[in-house]
């Protein structure tokens, strides 16, 4: 009898073992514990896990492996961040060895013509740049010469037009073109609308005379430079005119030379302007 009620004693105690720590009326203090695993570990982030879940990443950097659940299925890193972000010490920040804060955020900003890509592969940050070749020149892309080729296809003999790639956002003081027109100039007025910026007048050198009917031959590659006002011509003083009549020889056209074109059984003529002793400009043959 005595040991029936010890053994019903003894089954009683052992089911008063089961302890459920969040139905306890006080504090549950483990710090005298060796150590405590309350979060889950594994190699690899789960697939699924429900708002407030933790996991402990093994094989991710130390200071980066502690995840929290945020929303269902989505882990996001919890350590390594600055006081701004984890919660952990502020991350100091230096440009080029030189401290310039101390803060939980850095921000990367693109200037013009940098291009940022920067992505979260879940244990670490990936930061790749690269320039913007719309806005950035290129060695490559100089010494094709694109940005500066405009050439013509309006079939007018004087107001052209022409398109550059990238398309020009405005006419700058002190800007190079390199020009073909795609028919003779007429002579006289004479003007260039690039990219629909509006029409500006082309001059010779001086920047203040026409082009003559010799100045502008199609199919030929012209140095164009705009001074703010006008598009001057930048070209060697030799020029060929198949047809029209010859300029006055005088200080602008001094040192220019004139092809004549013969007809059939007449030679070609070529003269030159310049002046003698006394100042006196005219058309000189040399052929």
């Known amino acids: 009898m005595r040991s029936l009620v010890f053994l019903a004693a003894l089954a009683g105690a052992f089911g008063q073992t089961q302890l459920d ?11 005298a514990a060796p150590s405590t695993r309350p979060i889950k570990t594994g190699t690899v982030l789960p697939a699924t896990c429900t708002t407030g879940d933790l996991f402990f990443q093994t094989t991710a950097p130390a200071g980066s492996n502690l995840f929290g659940c945020v929303s269902a299925n989505t ?6 961040g600055g006081s701004g972000g984890g919660g952990g010490a502020p991350t100091t920040i230096e440009n080029n060895g030189t ?18 890509t920067i992505s979260n592969t879940g244990s670490q940050i990936n930061i790749q740049q690269g320039v913007d070749t719309s806005v950035i020149l290129s060695k490559a892309t100089a010494q094709s010469s694109t940005p500066w080729q405009c050439f013509s ?16 956002q405005a006419y700058n003081a002190g800007m190079m073109l390199l020009w073909k027109p795609d028919v003779n100039g007429a ?8 990219d629909t910026l509006g029409a500006v007048a082309i001059k010779q050198a001086d920047g203040i005379t026409d082009p003559t009917i010799a100045d502008i031959l199609a199919g030929r590659l012209y140095s164009l430079w705009f001074d703010g006002a006008v598009f001057r011509l930048i070209t060697p003083p030799v020029n060929v005119a198949a047809s029209g009549a010859q300029p006055t020889c005088n200080s602008t ?19 030159v302007c ?14």
């Open 253 to 271: 056209q001094r040192g220019r030379i004139w092809q004549t074109i013969g007809g059939s059984g007449v030679k070609d003529s070529v003269t």
């Open 274 to 287: 310049a002046k003698d002793a006394t100042d006196a400009y005219a058309w000189r043959t040399i052929y």
């Open 21 to 31: 720590l969040r139905s306890q009326a006080k504090d549950v203090d483990f710090t």
């Open 99 to 116: 401290t310039v804060g101390s803060d939980g955020i850095v921000n990367f900003i693109a200037g013009v013509g940098v291009l940022n």
């Open 153 to 168: 296809a309006s079939g007018s003999a004087s107001s052209y037009t022409c398109s550059l790639s990238p398309t020009l």
């Open 187 to 194: 002579g006289g007025p004479t003007t260039l609308n690039a």
């Open 75 to 80: 882990f996001v890193l919890q350590s390594g």
